[in-house]
Structures are given as C-alpha cells and as structure tokens.
C-alpha cells in the first residue's frame, strides 16, 4: 500500500491530488459523480467531462439519496471519479454499485478515515466534531456513515468477493505530513499498520478495474 504525506486544506487541493495521482486512468471521457464546483474539469484536456451533484456546478443535476439509478448508460465512461462522496448518502451500497455499472474501465473512490477526524475532538472532550453531532438546526448535509480507514478497506475487498468482475489494481492511504521523529514514534507506539492507518491515515484512495476491459496503455 502507497502513503503519500499530504494535508487536503480545501476541495481543491483533493482534486489536484486527484489530478496528479491518478490521471493515467482517466481515458477520454470521465464521470465525476459529486463533482462539487467541478474544479477536476479546469484541469483536465481533452477529455469529454460530465460532474453529477445536487448543488455546485454539475453538468448533470442528480439527488443521490433519491435516484436509484444514475442517469447514464451501462459501460458509459472510460473512468469514474467518486471523491469524499458515499459517506454522505444512505443509499452508498446502492451508488457503490452504480459507480461500477455506469463505468467501462476504471472507478476512483477516495473514502474518508472518520476516525482520525474524531480521535482528537473526543479525546479532549471538545463535545462535537465535523459532520456529526447534533446541531440546533437541521444541516444540508452531512456525514450519514462512521467507518474507519480499515473498514473501507475491507469493504472494497469484499465487493471484490462478490462481483468477480472487478479487481483492485491501486491503493494508496494520504497521512497529514509531521516531522520525522514524531512519525517514527506514532510507528514505534502502533506497530500494527491497521492500527496506525486508523489512528493517523485520513483518507484511503481505491482504483478498480473491470477486468472484461483491458487496461490503458498509461
């Protein structure tokens, strides 16, 4: 598994990394499914995009709490991008496996470790953290699932368990970036990596393939 030490302060810098990362899996046409603003369009070229969001500014609108099927053909898209999204919907099973229906090759799906985000708030007794708790009034939106790094991960391994169609070809976790020393001892205190990724990893990055389809030639 790949770690790449790097802190995501806004949308854009996730989508950058995106961009950087996994850009060789992208083919000629590209579905990023809550795309947000779409800022992963302003970089790209000569790649037909199409972004699906309730807000922002999508090519296609879609609710995906709502819909039970996205609005595209089997096999539409050579590459599906799916970016701090499932986590926010009840319906993630349901998405999950529209992502890979809709997808012809490869889906790119960055899930969010919720409990590095929450050690520290709870530890110090802070009393709520971001995207959960209970605010006065009703919010837009917020996180409807609380999994850790290792629960994703496991999640995917067993999606692949089930559709044989699909296979795993990267992975790679994104860590805040320390010093050092303070690096060596969190390793030295949780030896174990399921142990350390939950604690200190913050989102795990997963890229399947059909393997009906062959792969680019990146």
Known sequence: MLVDYVNFYARTNRTKYTFEKFQKYFGRKILDVGCDKAFLKTMIKNIEYVGVDISGNPDVYVDLEKTQR?????????????????????????IFSELLRVSGRYVIIAW????????????????HFKHYGLPPEKPLDRHKWFFSLSEAENFVKEQIQK???????EERVSEKPKIFPLHLLRHIRYPKQ????NRYAHT???????????????
């Open 163 to 169: 559709n044989r169609n699909i296979q795993l070809v």
């Open 112 to 127: 969010p470790n919720n409990w590095v985000n929450a050690r520290i708030p709870i530890e110090r007794g802070h009393g």
């Open 70 to 94: 996205l609005p595209f053909e089997d096999s539409s898209f050579d590459c599906v991008i799916c970016s701090d999204v499932l986590e926010h919907l009840d319906n993630l099973h349901l």
């Open 194 to 197: 399921e142990y350390y990724l």
């Open 204 to 218: 795990l990055w997963t890229v399947l393939q059909k393997k009906s389809e062959k792969k680019t030639n990146a």
